[in-house]
């Protein structure tokens, strides 16, 4: 198993940026591939970005393509979400996501964070 603990979250003017962490602790952090994915009050759950275990391979949802950029660092066991121009309809619980398959992750992997908030005001 793995335990992920995620960081960063806070209130931003749109335009602002942010950058989300995500540690993890348990197994191997580095044989996961990792995504992160989001809840707006009232909307279900939805995809926004994912890396494979190397960080070679990433995708993204279109709503924050050329915006958001994920990343990960592999010894220090961590994933970041790098949040640039941010709208107010960013506005939601972001989590953390943890999967075996890179392709999986747009569907989610069996671990999660227990998120951070992300506000942009207008």
């Known amino acids: 198993q793995v335990q992920l603990v995620e960081s960063g979250g806070g209130l931003v003017q749109a335009g602002g940026s942010l950058r989300l962490s995500c540690a993890a602790s348990?197994?191997?952090?580095?044989?996961?591939?990792m995504g992160w994915f989001r809840q707006a009050p009232g909307k279900e759950r939805e995809f926004v970005a994912a890396i494979s275990w190397s960080g070679g391979s990433t995708d993204y949802a279109d709503s924050v393509k050329g915006r958001f950029t994920i990343s990960r660092d592999n010894a220090k066991n961590t994933v970041y979400l790098q949040m640039n121009s941010l709208k107010p309809e960013d506005t939601a619980v972001y989590y953390c996501?943890?999967?075996?398959?890179?392709?999986?992750?747009?569907?989610?992997?069996?671990?999660w964070g227990q998120g951070t908030q992300v506000t942009v005001s207008s």
């Open positions: 348990g197994r191997t952090f580095s044989s996961y591939a």
């Open positions: 996501n943890a999967a075996s398959y890179f392709k999986s992750l747009p569907m989610g992997g069996p671990y």
